[in-house]
C-alpha cells in the first residue's frame, strides 16, 4: 500500500501563484510516475501534469507554460508549481501515484481562483 499526503491549495486571485505537493509513503517503489488530476465542479477529472521517477515530466495543454511540476525523490514528494493562475484552474487538486500495478490517488485539496 502507498499513502499519499497532500498539502497546498487554497484561495488565490486570478494572475495569482500556489503550490502543491504530494508525499507519498509505505511501499513506494523505486520506478513509478506522480502527479496531479482536477475535477472541476460539474466536469470529469483530467489531468494536470505527472512525472516520472526520472524526471520526465507530462503537461495537459491547458497548463503549459503555467505549471510546473519537480520532484524530490528522496521524500518521495512531488511539487506542482502553479503560476499566472485563471478561474478556470479553480478545481479539486488531486495526487496520483503509479508505479508498475497500482494506481492511488489522494483526497484532494482545493484550489479556488477568485477575485
Known amino acids: 500500500q502507498v499513502q499519499l499526503v497532500e498539502s497546498g491549495g487554497g484561495l488565490v486571485q486570478p494572475g495569482g501563484s500556489l503550490r502543491v505537493s504530494c508525499t507519498a509513503s509505505?511501499?513506494?517503489?523505486?520506478?513509478?510516475?506522480m502527479g496531479w488530476y482536477r475535477q472541476a465542479p460539474g466536469k470529469q477529472r483530467e489531468l494536470v501534469a505527472l512525472?516520472?521517477?526520472?524526471?520526465?515530466?507530462t503537461y495537459a495543454d491547458s497548463v503549459k507554460g503555467r505549471f510546473t511540476i519537480s520532484k524530490d525523490s528522496a521524500k518521495s514528494t512531488v511539487y506542482l508549481q502553479m503560476n499566472s493562475l485563471q478561474f478556470r484552474d479553480t478545481a479539486v487538486y488531486y495526487c496520483?501515484?503509479?508505479?508498475?500495478?497500482?494506481?492511488?490517488w489522494g483526497h484532494g485539496t482545493q484550489v479556488t481562483v477568485s477575485s
Open positions: 496520483n501515484f503509479h508505479d508498475y500495478d497500482s494506481t492511488y
Open positions: 509505505g511501499r513506494v517503489s523505486s520506478v513509478w510516475t
Open positions: 512525472i516520472t521517477s526520472s524526471g520526465r515530466p
